[in-house]
């Protein structure tokens, strides 16, 4: 999508999901900005989002990210976030959320 990513991963309990995706996001706006694959220098915007699942739901999550271009034919990532917020009851300030790009 334009707008974010969904990645599914496993990790060992000895990683932090913060430098988890502190790893992911450096490596990658290297890779994108040693390729030139944009004009400008990419870097992704702070924060991030991270939810766990049961290895009995992993099908249904390969399925739910394999299926996001549809999926956000009907939902925005916006809409989406927020909405998963709420169902796992999560509290959040929303000056700490992303900088959301919206069509207009």
Do not use: C
Request: hydrophobic share 35%; aromatic share 16%.
């Amino acid at each position: 999508m334009p707008d974010h990513v969904h990645m599914l991963v496993s990790m060992s309990p000895t990683i932090t999901i913060s430098d988890l995706v502190r790893d992911i996001k450096a490596g990658s706006s290297k890779f994108i900005n040693d390729q030139k694959w944009m004009t400008e220098k990419f870097n992704w915007q702070e924060g991030y989002g991270a939810f766990s699942y049961s290895k009995s739901s992993i099908d249904v999550v390969v399925k739910y990210i394999l299926n996001q271009e549809e999926h956000h034919k009907n939902k925005s990532f916006k809409n989406e976030y927020l909405e998963f917020l709420e169902k796992f009851d999560i509290e959040y300030n929303p000056k700490y959320l992303f900088e959301w790009i919206e069509d207009n």
